[in-house]
């Protein structure tokens, strides 16, 4: 199986993202994931309140962003707090760094799915049609 650039992008994505959960450990990655949960379900579920009481569109679009910049900061350190203390520092690190990994290769393969998807790229990529083919979906146009 020849690699193509594209898979090289996600195999760097995943190496950085397994990085940097190595020094976030478990509960920054998951934090983070929670916090990205609770941010698109605050936009998702505030939107019409905020759109029936806001009328100008700069103001609406300000208001989704603080809604979920705090969504995302309150979850994020409910569950940062409450996952550091139940594992050890090592066990931290590892985990983090496993999930990191297993993270950024999906945002690469959901990215570079959307993109081939949308048609706005063209590009070959081994890794994304093994991804696809496993799945069960086709990311051609």
Not at 46 to 62: C, N, Q, Y
């Amino acid at each position: 199986m020849a690699l193509a650039p594209a898979d090289y992008a996600i195999i760097v994505s995943a190496a950085l993202s397994a990085l940097s959960g190595l020094f976030v450990g478990f509960s920054g990655a998951v934090a983070f994931l929670a916090g990205v949960a609770a941010a698109t379900a605050a936009i998702r579920f505030g939107w019409h309140p905020l759109e029936a009481r806001i009328g100008e569109t700069w103001m609406l679009v300000a208001a989704a962003a603080v809604v979920a910049l705090a969504a995302f900061g309150l979850a994020r350190l409910l569950v940062k707090k409450f996952v550091k203390n139940i594992l050890a520092q090592p066990g931290d690190a590892i985990l983090g760094s496993l999930v990191a990994a297993v993270t950024g290769t999906c945002l690469s393969l959901f990215t570079l799915y959307g993109a081939k998807r949308l048609g706005a790229a063209s590009f070959d990529s081994a890794l994304l049609d093994f991804a696809s083919a496993f799945l069960g979906t086709q990311p051609g146009t």
